[in-house]
T-cell receptor, first 113, second 114 residues
Framework: GENVEQHPSTLSVQEGDSAVIKCTYSDSASNYFPWYKQELGKGPQLIIDIRSNVGEKKDQRIAVTLNKTAKHFSLHITETQPEDSAVYFCAAPVSGSARQLTFGSGTQLTVLP | SQTIHQWPATLVQPVGSPLSLECTVEGTSNPNLYWYRQAAGRGLQLLFYSVGIGQISSEVPQNLSASRPQDRQFILSSKKLLLSDSGFYLC?????????????FGPGTRLLVL
């Protein structure tokens, strides 16, 4: 089945700097890659997603890039703010399934004021 | 717009007691429904998913069971809780279809088994 690896597990940046989180996947047929943000004590919330027919998608300070050849996708947050501090998860479809996602292990992002 | 509810928000239960967590979705019909468990604030472990009323797929054999008595209602149960059942339980939904879909999560239930 699909295997998603996420790095780094923890990331600290100064306010205003950029943060990059990377995920690799194993199934070359995977075609959908969402990113979630989870604040303490809350459920994960979708922040951006990308399908395999595009290489990059941007929404204000957040962007996701996809490299299908290398089978990795990355979350980029620019001009970080303290409220960006949270755990971020990437995900990819379980091989052969349109119903299930497999999630990365999460990245704890801390933005230092 | 669609919303997903979970209750209770927090639960403290003794070992050996039963469990019932409820999840309901509003604003959509015939969704896929999911139960996940999250330990120590990381790692989402899929427990069950359902594509329709009475249809439950179990991903991990364990002390828990799930039921879907109505289209937009998903229930997680246990007859006898174990210490290892403690964790953060998340319900999620997605639209039916042949393409991989976004899953939308509820607010979660924090369960502590003592």
């Amino acid at each position: 089945g699909e295997n998603v690896e996420q790095h780094p597990s923890t990331l600290s940046v100064q306010e205003g700097d950029s943060a990059v989180i990377k995920c690799t996947y194993s199934d070359s047929a995977s075609n959908y890659f969402p990113w979630y943000k989870q604040e303490l004590g809350k459920g994960p919330q979708l922040i951006i997603d990308i399908r395999s027919n595009v290489g990059e998608k941007k929404d204000q300070r957040i962007a996701v890039t996809l490299n299908k050849t290398a089978k990795h996708f990355s979350l980029h947050i620019t001009e970080t703010q303290p409220e960006d501090s949270a755990v971020y998860f990437c995900a990819a479809p379980v091989s052969g399934s349109a119903r299930q996602l497999t999630f990365g292990s999460g990245t704890q992002l801390t933005v230092l004021p | 717009s669609q919303t997903i509810h979970q209750w209770p928000a927090t639960l403290v239960q003794p070992v050996g007691s039963p469990l019932s967590l409820e999840c309901t979705v509003e604003g959509t019909s015939n969704p896929n429904l999911y139960w996940y468990r999250q330990a120590a604030g990381r790692g989402l472990q899929l427990l069950f998913y359902s594509v329709g009323i009475g249809q439950i797929s179990s991903e991990v054999p364990q002390n828990l069971s799930a039921s879907r008595p109505q289209d937009r209602q998903f229930i997680l149960s246990s007859k006898k809780l174990l210490l290892s059942d403690s964790g953060f339980y998340l319900c999620a939904w997605s639209v039916q279809g042949n393409r991989a879909k976004t899953q939308y999560f509820g607010p979660g239930t924090r369960l502590l088994v003592l």
